[in-house]
């Protein structure tokens, strides 16, 4: 048990870190991008960003689904087999980065049918830029198979430290590119060339951590193996096309209705999203592993009282993150991107809600990654991206940006909120998850409570700038600490976090 924790806590200091260093490099590269080559190419790199995640469905979910089989030997240091599941991950990996490469080549005719007539013109190079972005999202499957091993091996920290390092080096390329260029195209190939190099080197990393990745002489993966990986690759493809369907298809979505400027402007609000789900991702990827690890060695019970510890900790954070966003977000938009590109107060309390239910998911999912549970599921995907698509269009022709965002709503409420949580309960502890459910709805509305009288100080208040939005993530922090208190203060969730931080406040002192 102390092992994993030390692990996880390792890996999630290393990705809080990386993760930090990342934002701040991402929202100033992101400025001068604005500034330098305006709202249509913000849509434009929007777009293609997308598009090309519709291409990942290439993977089928053949990763995760290797991933949980590592878990396994590497607890029990099973270098025979361990070589035989990391050659068949190279084998598939090089096919699906040879896939993505040909897909994406062939859907240059239909590139113009994601833009409205009247803007295709506005785009110069458009199909160069689109194969840039295709060789990235290529180039990144070709030698990615061995930081696999090493995540797996719950040493996370290692990839974080490359993978960062080579972010932020990127992003001071792009914006020497910018300035001296104003050239989207550089732009690209620098993201090109730090995705290749990253890749090789951690893959000469993780030649060094395991030296029988070398060896030559290595064994067919037994049947039943393979039977297992293509059985949860299968379950796993569903997951695939639900979960790509409703994460890339609403930028997509808003430039075919709304037009690629509106994809823009959007674009700078989920340049922020996506680097609070990036921290949060980070956070959890760093405990999936040890996640995997406990399934493979402990008891339903105490699985579940980590779960619940998890989720506790969960809520906190994302509640957080909710009500600073919503209270505050837009005097940082107003400052960093201009007063014009604010949205209005109904497309931010969708983003915010997109972002609540997207987040507070991540422990039930977690455990059914570490758990291997993807079989049970995968209809509920593609239930979900059905719903997505058919909501988003129908409420967007009607009334645009809010009612893509709203159909996002649906599909995540109608689906994935309650069957994943039911899923992993049902078949990892056994039992009903009538219990996690109320404890979700209590967290729901302790996060409301906490948005809504955010948003009410700081209004008060009037603040603006930089400085504005400092002390109204502040207050809502505050706001939250007094609320998690007042409901939950009594709790063995709250108790475990606070004990926690009195040992850690306790050895920094004596350092």
Known sequence: MQGRTK??????TSA?????????????????????????YVGINGLCTSIVGLLSLAELGVGESINYKLYKPLAENNVEKLKSIMKLYRTVYWVIGIVITVIGTALLPFLKF????????????????????????????F??????????????FIVNIYHYAFYCLMNLSQILILLKTKSFIMYLVVMIVCTV???????????????????????????????????????????????????????????????????????????VTTALNTIIAQLFSAITASV???????NEEKSETIL???????????????????????????????????????????????????NIRRTAWTFRDGYGLFWYDR????????????????????????????????????????????????HAFKKSSIAYFTILGKYTLVTALSCFMSRVIVENIQLNGYFGFVVGCFISVLIVCCFVCLFFGRSMEFHYYKTMLLNLLGKVRKV
């Open 7 to 12: 692990k996880s806590i390792i890996n999630i």
């Open 16 to 40: 809080l870190i990386g993760q930090t260093l990342a934002i701040l490099f991402g929202f100033v590269t992101r400025m001068i991008f604005v500034k330098q080559l305006g709202d249509t």
């Open 114 to 141: 994601f833009l409205k007539a009247s803007e295709v013109q506005s785009v110069d190079q458009l199909y160069l830029i689109f194969i840039l972005f295709v060789l990235n999202s290529a180039s990144s499957y």
């Open 143 to 156: 030698f990615s198979y061995k930081r696999a091993l090493i995540i797996s091996d719950q040493k996370r």
């Open 197 to 271: 190099s990253q890749n090789i080197i951690i893959s000469y990393r993780a030649d060094k951590l395991y030296p029988y990745l070398k060896d030559k002489n290595i064994k067919p993966l037994e049947n039943k193996d393979v039977s297992e990986i293509k059985k949860n690759t299968l379950a796993l493809l569903y997951h695939k096309i639900g979960s790509q369907v409703v994460n890339s298809t609403d930028n997509i979505l808003v430039s075919k209705i709304i037009g690629i400027a509106v994809v823009g402007i959007y674009s700078n609000y989920l340049l």
């Open 292 to 298: 995997g690890n406990l399934g493979a060695t402990e």
């Open 308 to 358: 619940h510890t998890l989720f506790f900790g969960n809520f906190c954070f994302i509640s957080v993150v909710c009500a600073a966003f919503y209270s505050s977000i837009e005097m940082l938009i107003s400052k960093m991107f201009g007063a014009q590109r604010v949205l209005t107060h109904d497309v931010l309390i969708c983003i915010v809600i997109n972002l609540y239910l997207y």
């Open 379 to 426: 209809y509920k995907a593609i239930a979900e991206a059905v719903i997505n698509l058919v909501a988003s269009i129908l409420l967007g022709i009607r009334i645009g940006l809010v009612g893509i965002l709203i159909g996002t709503i649906v599909s995540t409420v109608s689906t994935s909120l309650w069957i994943e949580p039911y899923i992993l309960y049902k």
